[in-house]
């Protein structure tokens, strides 16, 4: 069915705190795969951390190299690739992630998101800055759809991210791996 890997990763999208970078060390552990989380390769090819580049060079510099990363990490081998919550924003970068694998977006209600967001690791997603509970609703609000693009969907809500891993491999085409 296929001819070669370059169309055979799997790809995480998701609101900010669904769980995709979490989830995507857990399956790639479990599959022996390649993990790249995108805004990992956007801290090193800036050489900064993502508040930085924010608050530095601003969001539209951010989604640039956001573009660039969600293109490199779909380039090499077989990989399980988490984005960052924004990076379904442009057209270009779904069409690539559509192209280049299965593209399993993470859903969680908005109070198991605002407690995630405002647990561990506050103060890394400068998009919450300041109310961080009031931020996560609008963003929810405008981000309405913005996940309905991927080929299947999990709600992280009541589950592990052990069961979260299992429920997204349950859910794969059969024969896809
Ligand atoms: N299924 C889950 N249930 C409970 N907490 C979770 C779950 N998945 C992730 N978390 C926690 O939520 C926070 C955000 O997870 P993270 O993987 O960074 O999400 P994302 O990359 O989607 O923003 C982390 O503290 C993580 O441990
Ligand atoms: O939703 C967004 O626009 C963002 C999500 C973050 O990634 P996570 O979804 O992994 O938190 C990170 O890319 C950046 O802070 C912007
Ligand atoms: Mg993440």
Redesign the pocket.
Known sequence: MHSNDFSRNIIIVGF?GTG??TVSRLLSARLGWACL?T?EEIAKAAGKPIPQIFAEDGEAAFRDLESQAVENALSGERSVV?T??GAVLRESNRKQMLDRGWVVALTADKASLIRRVTSAAAGTRPLLAGDAEARVAQLLESRRHAYDFAHAQVDTSARTPEEVAEALLQGLPPGWL
């Open positions: 900010m995709k970078t989380d805004d988490a960052g919550g």
